[in-house]
């Protein structure tokens, strides 16, 4: 994860030093530059935007998927407390005791 990180940012900045560059060396006007980057800008909003919901779906689907293993480890390991207990009953003033039942 570290490592994407750093691509990306190591990326984003040679991106907007090369832009910087580009536009001081254009011999397009300074009007002509703003809406190209503004452009681009918009371009680059809408495929961040797309990213961001795909992963964020990813994530939310990951996650499920785990809860769902960690409640099915859990139903597997741990007893049923109800059938665990169907034989026993509590009087009052008595400690619990067990019915053994006669098939």
Known sequence: MKRVLGTLLV???A?????????L??????EVNRRWVSKQG???????EEKSRKWREDSEKR???FSKG??????DSVPNLYEATEDLYFSEGEEVEEITRHG
């Not at 991106?15 to 536009?23: I, N, P």
């Not at 918009?42 to 961040?48: D, Y």
């Not at 960690?70 to 139903?75: D, S």
């Open 15 to 23: 991106f907007a030093g090369g832009m910087v560059t580009a536009l």
């Open 25 to 30: 060396l254009s011999p397009k006007s300074g």
């Open 63 to 65: 996650i499920d998927r």
């Open 42 to 48: 918009k371009k680059t909003k809408g495929i961040l």
């Open 11 to 13: 990326s984003a900045t």
């Open 70 to 75: 960690v409640k099915r480890t859990l139903k």
